[in-house]
């Protein structure tokens, strides 16, 4: 591929990752946790379940755009690099993958699963911490936790790579 094309698209796929993973950890650190802390601090009847509901819609957005990107990077890298197949290549190529699987995981089957159970027990608040479905919720919440972590840290890691692919690629130095 042309240096001038291999360098815009480098450049693309950086912007698209560091944005998605911006995004992620801006949902993660702030929009979770201040959704739940503003509701918590107005008493809100059912809070937990409009909380949830907030933070629900906006990790979706976070989980589809993750695949998106994922598979479209994933599909630019595989186009622009299949004849310079070197370590730093397989290496991008498992990042985006597991970015791309891991948001799908949390998104159709986590998320889906937990959303089964919150219409199963109508409002979260009002149903007792020992209940099967709010055990089986809290477990699937943790899970949905460990598969943005994983989608996140892959993101960085198809970052790290992507930067230093020219370098590791050709054995030669950037001049």
Not at 70 to 78: D, E, H, R, S
Not at 128 to 141: G, K, Q
């Amino acid at each position: 591929m042309n240096r001038r094309v291999s360098a815009f698209a480098g450049g693309v796929s950086l912007s698209f990752l560091s944005l998605w993973l911006g995004a992620a950890i801006f949902f993660a650190a702030v929009v979770a946790p201040a959704t739940f802390a503003a509701l918590r601090s107005f008493q809100v009847a059912n809070m937990n379940e409009i909380a949830g509901t907030i933070v629900t819609r906006a990790l979706s957005v976070i989980n589809v755009s993750g695949v998106l990107i994922g598979l479209l990077l994933l599909v630019l890298t595989v186009i622009g690099e299949r004849k310079n197949i070197k370590a730093s290549f397989l290496a991008g190529t498992f990042a985006l993958t597991l970015m791309a699987l891991a948001t799908a995981v949390g998104h159709w089957v986590i998320a889906a699963r937990m959303r089964g159970l919150r219409l199963a027990m109508v409002a979260i608040d009002q149903v007792s911490p020992n209940d099967p479905r709010r055990i089986a919720f809290n477990n699937l919440h943790r899970y949905s936790v460990i598969s943005l972590m994983v989608a996140m840290l892959a993101a960085v890691a198809a970052i790290i790579l992507s930067g230093f692919r020219p370098l590791l690629g050709t054995g030669k130095t950037s001049s």
